[in-house]
């Protein structure tokens, strides 16, 4: 009886429950939707943070300039004894280039964006002074048959990464503005890419196949990301691919490496023996690696352990685990690259970011693909890692201006002027970072954009004037070359999907 009772109240009280829940339905549907849903874990909500992208490229560099010194110092060690004595002397080198180079990281923690682009056409004019000069006897030195180096008390210094610096602030200066003013294709292709090509040109006089390949990928990376037609950047890349085929088969020690490559048992005591001693290195070292200092290759077996093929030492070393780790590093470096130029609202930012991002991979890929055998050998170093002292003083800069960028996205902009603490920036002792303001003619062209059309003119517009208008638009396309009609036209200049999102900014 107690239980037929029990059911007949829970039978009573279902209505009320119904109309309780549809109440409560019609309460949620009556209160706005949140357009964006909370972070679920701990992670989400700390990529979430202003601050993190800041925190992320700091992490990165670091990591990657503390492994770099290590691998260096076990990688130089017997080389260096046999020069003077001494097993310090390559190493000594590199800190001191690192330390040079943290300095430059830290100048460019601390440079208004402003300062950065009105120098950068006067940058990139001396850089091209600089690699003049180093082709002049006496001046610049020779070094591998290549003469790229100045010389000063015993330390060395390369023009053509400098040159690759300024290059790529320019570069991203001039197509973030002319990109804003709606210039057309040839006018912002003719400063940029005949800039680019006496620079080539003086590195391939040297000549220098891995500078070449280095600053062509910064070409080809501020063209993707600029939003340019893709006949443009594919243009643009069978001409590098070119004259990178051109410099492989002209000399006689690249063009042995290309035959080495294409046949690696034709000559394992001559042009092949690095490559194969790479393969031999990698395979000693296994899953695990024989330990930190107790590789076997860095003995004399494998010339330019310390530089070019530190890659394989790393995997002798630290086995196939240490390989994939710092391949990891360089997947994450990628990503906080590609996320610093997403949140960035200034396009020079965002797109000198994105460029710097592809340079350094680009140059890791390169480099790895060659110490296994996939690429032939180009001498590109492993940035942070190689020992090249005005590489690694050169890579910390650019990562310095890619953490000034991320300093410089909204999020980070508003949580700082806003007073929020972040231990790092105190410690560093940085300026409040400045938001982006669009500039005049951005300005203007969002009012007339936003300006509300009469509307007697919206009901006396028709058929007959849009034709013409499309008359207009075509024949200012066909005194283009185009032939395409006004709207393609604008289109085309409009910076579509993930690589040119938005190059206006976000307002």
Not at 21 to 46: I, L
Not at 291 to 311: E, R
Not at 329 to 347: E, N
Request: charged fraction near 15%; aromatic fraction near 8%; include cysteine.
């Amino acid at each position: 009886m107690i239980g037929v009772l029990g059911v007949l109240d829970r039978l009573r009280r279902r209505p009320d429950a119904a109309a309780g829940a549809a109440s409560a339905d019609e309460a949620t549907a009556a209160k706005p939707v949140e357009k964006t849903a909370q972070p679920r874990t701990r992670f989400g909500a700390w990529l979430g943070r202003p601050m993190t992208s800041f925190h992320l490229i700091v992490a990165i560099a670091a990591l990657l300039t503390t492994l770099g010194l290590i691998m260096v110092l076990s990688a130089s060690g017997v080389e260096s004894y046999g020069l003077d004595g001494s097993a310090w002397r390559i190493f000594g080198k590199q800190v001191l280039w690192t330390v040079i180079g943290l300095f430059g990281c830290y100048v460019a923690l601390r440079m208004p964006v402003r300062f950065m682009r009105r120098t950068a056409f006067a940058g990139y004019a001396f850089t091209i002074v600089l690699l003049v000069l180093v082709l002049i006897p006496g001046i610049g030195t020779l070094s591998n048959g290549s003469r790229g180096w100045f010389v000063i008390y015993g330390f060395s210094m390369q023009p053509s990464e400098l040159a690759k610096i300024a290059f790529a602030i320019w570069g991203a200066h001039l197509l973030a503005a002319r990109r804003m003013e709606r210039a057309t294709l040839s006018e912002m292709l003719v400063p940029l890419v005949p800039a680019a090509g006496v620079a080539l040109v003086l590195i391939v006089v040297q000549p220098d196949l891995g500078q070449t390949v280095s600053l062509g990928i910064i070409l080809l990376a501020l063209l993707w990301y600029a939003g340019l037609p893709l006949r443009v950047f594919t243009t643009s890349l069978a001409a590098i691919v070119a004259a990178a085929a051109i410099m492989a088969v002209t000399e006689g020690y690249r063009s042995d490496r290309v035959r080495s490559w294409l046949d690696p048992d034709a000559d394992i005591q001559g042009a092949g023996y690095q490559a194969r001693q790479a393969k031999f290195a990698l395979a000693n070292g296994g899953i695990f690696g024989d330990g930190l200092g107790q590789g076997t290759a860095k003995w004399n077996y494998l010339p330019n352990a310390h530089n070019d093929f530190i890659f394989a030492i790393i995997g002798e070393e630290l086995g196939f685990i240490g390989g994939f780790g710092l391949l990891a590093l360089f997947g994450l470096f990628a990503y906080t690259g590609m996320r610093i130029a997403k949140r960035s609202a200034d396009p020079f930012l965002r797109l000198l970011t994105a460029t710097t991002t592809m340079w350094v991979i680009g140059q890791s890929f390169i480099n790895v693909g060659y110490v296994i055998g996939l690429l032939p050998v180009t001498g590109i170093q492993l940035p942070l890692i190689s020992a090249g002292g005005t590489s690694t003083a050169t890579t910390l800069f650019m990562i310095g201006i890619m953490a000034n960028a991320a300093r410089h996205e909204p999020e980070a902009v508003a949580a700082l002027r806003a007073g929020r603490d972040d231990r790092m920036n105190r410690i560093l002792r940085l300026p409040l970072p400045e938001p982006y303001a669009p500039t005049r003619i951005e300005a203007l062209r969002d009012r007339l954009r936003s300006r509300p059309q009469p509307a007697g003119r919206q009901r006396t517009t028709g058929r007959a004037p849009a034709r013409s208008a499309e008359r207009r638009g075509a024949g200012r396309a066909g005194q283009n070359g185009g032939g395409r009609r006004r709207g393609a036209v604008s289109a085309q200049r409009r910076p579509t999907g993930g690589r040119a999102r938005a190059l206006e900014g976000r307002r």
